[in-house]
């Protein structure tokens, strides 16, 4: 689904990302963890195309990652409207419709029942006619999670999309995108490597290069390399 | 206010001003929304003022001076808009500069012009008392435009005023659609020199809907709502103006600013009134629980 292919890149000073190579199959749901500044968010937006590679080259579905990205549904990690902005949550779920319905007018009948059925999945179709300025951190990330959805993508890509709210709503959201990876796949940003392992189905630590890409247990020497400091893994048994 | 409509009875001018007025307020209701939630309304004041340039040449070549203010108004936004998307870390200052030497041509223009001079007055501050029935045709016509522009391409005006990101990885062409809003910004403010001027144009097209703002929670709400404020403001300036001979544009913007500044600072206590309410209720089920 994704291919990334030796990416570098630079915001014009120091490398932010080097060398990195990573392929993501069908179906796969992918943590990429590593500390802040490490590249992740910047490793997405070269992904769908907003900023392009200073070396090497990404595919997205086959196709260079503009042409393909109206198949991708995005979440980003500080949503850039102004919280007050005038809109309920059903249009701004709607908006996710824009590229998949008529390009002329407003939204026709037929795209209200894909945004219905995204906001049921998410959990928040009881707050259709609420205004945006009113939801709470937990309740805005899953109505973004339900505009991501009306898209009907093949890919979601989340960045960070638990970094405002508590740890009892980032447990629903995860069991919520584990329950979605079972007909998409996934790519969802962390900082968090030992709460997101046991969700996904692989984790990949990004810290200006890709240090690791596996399937097994993480270890303490893992996260030396990835954070720099050595740190005490505590195991979680579920 | 009775002398006001029996005057109305009797004068055509004054049936013009007032429809000016209306319409008008149409345009601004529905453009100024989207000046405001996307906010640009210092764009929108460089776009008005740039456009005394091109009246003044348009006046020193003897041309029409709407047709000059619309060719300078689309060229500022154009200019406007170009700056706001290649040259954003110096935005301010370069409107700022198209601001002021736009204004600065046309007063040069107008000073050079043999004749008759121009009432550079009714420029600044509209003559809405001034309006024909032609331009009554004008400004129903740029209206028609406007809607049917915003209804055609809503879905892209709101994706790229909600969040450009979103809006370009759906596959909205954003820019293009930047510079279409900015281009119904300039012809609003065109059709709104004669009613208040080109100093005052950016009251009307920011007030109503910033008042509009605080009560409702969607754009198509926000425009009908700041439509019909914006009507109130402009027959309410007229009347109040007519009595005591004041000029009519600046009437309605101070009575815009009034309600505006009555609005924001009712509407903290408004927002209070409805939190108390809420505790209320909310205790009110404490008390029955408590007595279970």
């Given at each position: 689904m994704i291919e990334i292919d030796r990416v570098c890149f630079g915001y014009g000073g120091p490398l932010v990302l080097e060398d990195v190579s990573l392929s993501v199959p069908p179906g796969e749901f992918l943590g990429l963890v590593g500390p802040n500044g490490g590249g992740k968010s910047t490793l997405l937006k070269i992904i769908l195309g907003l900023i392009e590679p200073t070396a090497g080259r990404v595919t997205l579905l086959g196709r260079r990652p503009t042409q393909a990205r109206r198949a991708v549904g995005y979440v980003p990690q500080h949503p850039v409207f102004p919280r007050d902005f005038p809109i309920t949550v059903e249009d701004a779920v709607l908006l996710g419709r824009i590229g998949r319905t008529r390009w002329w007018g407003g939204f026709p009948a037929v795209d209200r029942p894909i945004a219905r059925k995204a906001m049921r999945e998410t959990e928040v179709g009881d707050l259709a006619g609420r205004s945006l300025a009113t939801l709470s951190g937990g309740q805005l990330q899953r109505v973004l999670i339900a505009q991501a959805l009306a898209s009907e993508p093949r890919v979601l890509l989340l960045d960070e999309p638990t970094a405002n709210i508590d740890l009892r709503v980032e447990s629903d959201i995860y069991s919520?995108?584990?329950?979605?990876?079972?007909?998409?796949?996934?790519?969802?940003?962390?900082?968090?490597?030992?709460?997101?392992?046991?969700?996904?189905?692989?984790?990949?630590?990004?810290?200006?290069?890709?240090?690791?890409?596996?399937?097994?247990?993480?270890t303490g020497q893992t996260i030396e390399a990835l954070y720099g400091t050595p740190v005490r893994m505590i195991h979680h048994r579920h | 206010m009775g002398e006001f409509l029996r005057a109305l009875g009797e004068h055509a001018f004054l049936q013009s001003a007032l429809v000016a007025g209306l319409l008008a307020s149409v345009a601004?209701?529905?453009?100024?929304?989207?000046v405001v939630v996307k906010r640009i309304g210092y764009l929108a004041g460089g776009i008005s003022h740039a456009v005394l340039g091109g009246m003044g040449a348009a006046y020193f070549l003897g041309a029409d001076p709407m047709g000059g203010a619309l060719a300078a108004a689309l060229l500022a936004a154009a200019l406007t808009g170009w700056v706001t998307l290649r040259r954003r870390e110096q935005e301010d200052t370069l409107i700022s500069a198209i601001w002021a030497v736009g204004m600065a041509l046309g007063v040069l223009f107008i000073s050079r012009t043999p004749g008759y001079s121009v009432d550079l007055m009714s420029y600044l501050f509209g003559n809405i008392l001034m309006v024909r029935v032609r331009d009554l045709w004008v400004m129903a016509g740029v209206n028609a435009a406007i809607l049917g522009t915003v209804a055609l391409l809503y879905k892209q005006f709101l994706a790229v005023c909600f969040d450009e990101e979103l809006a370009r990885l759906r596959g909205v062409p954003v820019e293009l659609t930047y510079l279409t809003l900015l281009a119904l910004v300039a012809v609003t403010v065109v059709i709104l020199i004669k009613v208040v001027g080109l100093i005052l144009v950016i009251a009307l097209l920011t007030l109503p809907a910033a008042i509009a703002r605080q009560y409702v929670t969607t754009l198509p709400a926000m425009m009908v709502v700041s439509a019909l404020l914006g009507g109130l403001f402009t027959s309410g300036g007229l009347t109040l103006s007519y009595g005591p001979d004041l000029p009519a544009g600046s009437t309605m913007v101070v009575v815009a600013g009034t309600a505006y500044l009555l609005s924001t600072l009712v509407g903290p206590l408004r927002k209070r009134a409805v939190q108390w309410g809420a505790r209320r209720r909310r205790e009110g089920c404490q008390t029955d629980r408590d007595a279970l």
């Open positions: 919520l995108l584990k329950h979605l990876s079972a007909r998409l796949t996934i790519v969802v940003v962390s900082h968090d490597v030992g709460f997101i392992s046991q969700y996904v189905t692989r984790v990949a630590c990004l810290n200006r290069t890709l240090l690791c890409h596996q399937t097994d247990a993480i | 601004c209701g529905v453009v100024g929304t989207y």
